[in-house]
C-alpha cells in the first residue's frame, strides 16, 4: 500500500526558509510523478510543483523562483525548499504521487497524473 509521509512544517517569518521533505513507502519512487499540493484555508487544493522520473519539473507560477522540488531516489524522499516565505505560503502542505502519463507537470493548479496523497504538514507565514 502506498504511503506518504511529510515532515518539516512549522512557522516562520515573512522572507525565510523552509524545506518540505516527504518520506515514500511501498511503490516503485524512482519511475513515479512526485508532486507537492498546498490547501489553505476556506480554499481549494492546489498544486504547487511537480517532479518526474526523468527529473523534469513544473511550478505554479506564485512560487517560481522561490521553490525548488528535488528527489533523492536512492532514499525514497521527495524535497521542497521553499524560499522568500510569503504570508501567502500558508497552507496545509501535501505530498502526493502517481503514474499516469501524461500529465506529471502543474497545469491550471492540477497535476493529472496524482492518485494517492499524504496527510499533509503545516506552513504557517507572518508577517
Known amino acids: 500500500q502506498v504511503q506518504l509521509v511529510e515532515s518539516g512544517g512549522g512557522s516562520v517569518e515573512a522572507g525565510g526558509s523552509l524545506r518540505l521533505s516527504c518520506a515514500a513507502f511501498r511503490f516503485t519512487f524512482s519511475t513515479a510523478c512526485m508532486g507537492w499540493f498546498r490547501q489553505a484555508p476556506g480554499k481549494e487544493r492546489e498544486a504547487v510543483a511537480s517532479i518526474d522520473r526523468d527529473g523534469s519539473t513544473g511550478y505554479t507560477d506564485s512560487v517560481k523562483g522561490r521553490f525548488t522540488i528535488s528527489k533523492d531516489n536512492d532514499k525514497h524522499i521527495l524535497y521542497l525548499q521553499m524560499n522568500n516565505l510569503k504570508p501567502e505560503d500558508t497552507a496545509t502542505y501535501y505530498c502526493?504521487?502517481?503514474?499516469?502519463?501524461?500529465?506529471?507537470?502543474?497545469?491550471?493548479?492540477?497535476?493529472?497524473?496524482?492518485?494517492?496523497w499524504g496527510k499533509g504538514t503545516l506552513v504557517t507565514i507572518s508577517s
Open positions: 502526493a504521487t502517481g503514474w499516469r502519463r501524461p500529465g506529471c507537470t502543474v497545469v491550471a493548479g492540477r497535476i493529472n497524473s496524482m492518485d494517492y
